[in-house]
């Protein structure tokens, strides 16, 4: 896979290759987000589901991203976290507040990675 220069521009009209090439750059944003997610939250989500979340946010990052690949990095990282987040709202029904642990509640809005 081709590598992208960073001063390479992506356009609307980029073609899938351009932003799987931009997806494989970057994946170590992903990849670092969900070890810090993991680190938070290991006891209750799987280190690969977590991974996953974060690749999900990252293609979709990659598939909507118009401009220079050097700011490719600062665009995705909080949508890869904001994935994770949203993921996690949908892994723990009910309401904003989830009950992880018995007597522990940790609010999903205040979640940094």
């Not at 979340?53 to 904001?82: H, K, Q, T």
Request: contains cysteine; proline residues 3%; positive net charge.
């Amino acid at each position: 896979m081709p590598s992208l220069e960073s001063t390479y521009q992506i356009t609307e009209s980029a073609t899938r290759s351009q932003r799987l090439a931009l997806f494989e750059q970057h994946r170590g944003i992903a990849v670092s987000l969900a070890r810090r997610a993991s680190l938070r939250l290991g006891r209750y989500f799987d280190t690969d589901t977590l991974l996953q979340f974060a690749l999900v946010g990252l293609w979709i990052a990659a598939s909507r991203f118009i401009g220079e690949v050097s700011l490719f990095g600062a665009y995705a990282r909080p949508r890869v976290s904001g994935q994770i987040i949203d993921e996690l709202r949908r892994e723990t029904p009910g309401n904003r507040r989830c009950k992880l642990s018995e007597g522990s509640f940790d609010d999903v809005d205040n979640w940094q990675l």
